[in-house]
C-alpha cells in the first residue's frame, strides 16, 4: 500500500496582502512549507510527497523540497485550490493508491494526528481531521441573524484529509464535470454520497492565514529577555540587604529606599523585558512612598504588572559583585526570597558572587553592583 501526500501551496496568499507566498515566510527559523514537509517526510508510509504551487513560488519550493530523503515532485497549481489539488492527483506515481492531502500552510500538523486519519482511512476510505468547534456559529446575512447552529454537532475541518486514490480522484473529476466547487476535498466526496469519517485533529493545528497569525506565532515563540543593573554605595550607619537579606556587616547601602541593590537589578530586567521602563518610572526616589521602602515588596509589584501583561518570568540569572562581606553564607535565602517573588522554583533563580579582584570602586568596598538576566514568558 504505497501512500502520497499532496501539500497544497499554491495559495494567493490574498489575505496576507499578496506578494510573497505565505508557505514561504519564515517560522521557527524554516519556512512554513518545510515544517509540515518534515513532518510528512519521516513517516515511514509516506512514499512520495507531490508539493502543488505557484510558477513565481516553483524556484523556491524546489529548492526546500529537495532537501529531503523521500521523493518529492513539485507541480504547478491551478487557479482555485481545488483544481491544484486534482492537478497533484494527477502527479502521484502510478503505485499510489492512498491520498493524504495537506495545506502547506499548517506547519503544526503532527505525527499522531497523521497516524490518526491513516489507521481510519484503511477502514473507511476516506477521513477528515477536525476539532470540535469552541465558539458558538450563527448564520448571517445582511448583518442579521438568520439561525443559531447547535454548536455540539459542529466541527472545524482541518487538514490532512485521507483518501483512497480512486475515491478521491472519482470525486475530484465527477465535481469537474458539473461545476461542483467546495473548499476542502472531503466535501467532494461527501457530494458523492460517500461517508466520511471525521477523527480529531488538534486545536494548535492551525493554518497561518493572515499577518496577525504568524506575528502571534512569532511573538509566543520567543521569550523576552531582560537584563538590570543596579550600584550602590556602601556607607556606614544603614543596614546591608540583598535580596531582602539581612546581612551584618559594618557598612550597608545608601539610597532612598532600603537599597537592596540585587532587588533592584532584577525589578529592572523584569521591567526590560517586559517593555516597562525601568523601576526609576514606577517607584521614583522623589517620591516619600518609597523611603526605606522593602525592595523585595517592589520586586513583587513588578512581576504583578508583567503578569497583568501576561508574562510570567522564566528564570534569572543574578550576579552580585562585592569585595566584601563573605556572601556565601546567605545564597541559599537569597535564592528562595528572589523564587518566591518571581513566583518561580529556586531551581529556577541563579546567583553568583564575585569580588572585583581588589579593583575600582567594588575592590575598594566602596560600593555594591548586580547584575540580573531574566527571561520572560508569554501565558
Ligand atoms: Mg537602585
Known sequence: MKVGVILAAAGS???MG????KVLRMLEGRPILAHSLTTFATLDFVKE???VTRLEDRQDVERIASQYGVSVKVVLGGRERQESVYLGLQALSPDV????IHDAARPYVTREIIERAWQACQERKAVGVGVPVTDTIKVVEKGVVQQTLRRDTLWAVQTPQVFARDLITTAHERAMAEGFTATDDCALVEWCGHPVVMVEGDYRNIKIT???DLEEEYASMFPL???GYDVHRLVSGRRLILAGVHIPYELGLLGHSDADVAAHAVSDAVLGAAGLGDIGDHFPDTDPRY?????MKLLQQVVELAAEHGLQIGNLDLTIMAQRPKLASYKEKMRANLAASLRIPAER???KFTTSEGLGFIGRSEGIAAHAVVLLIRV
Open 18 to 21: 499578496g506578494g510573497k507566498n
Open 97 to 100: 493508491s492512498w491520498v493524504m
Open 349 to 351: 533563580v541563579g546567583i
Open 225 to 227: 529577555i531582560g537584563h
Open 49 to 51: 510527497i507531490v508539493v
Open 291 to 295: 523611603e526605606g521602602a522593602d525592595s
Open 13 to 15: 496568499s490574498r489575505r
Open 210 to 212: 493572515t499577518e496577525a
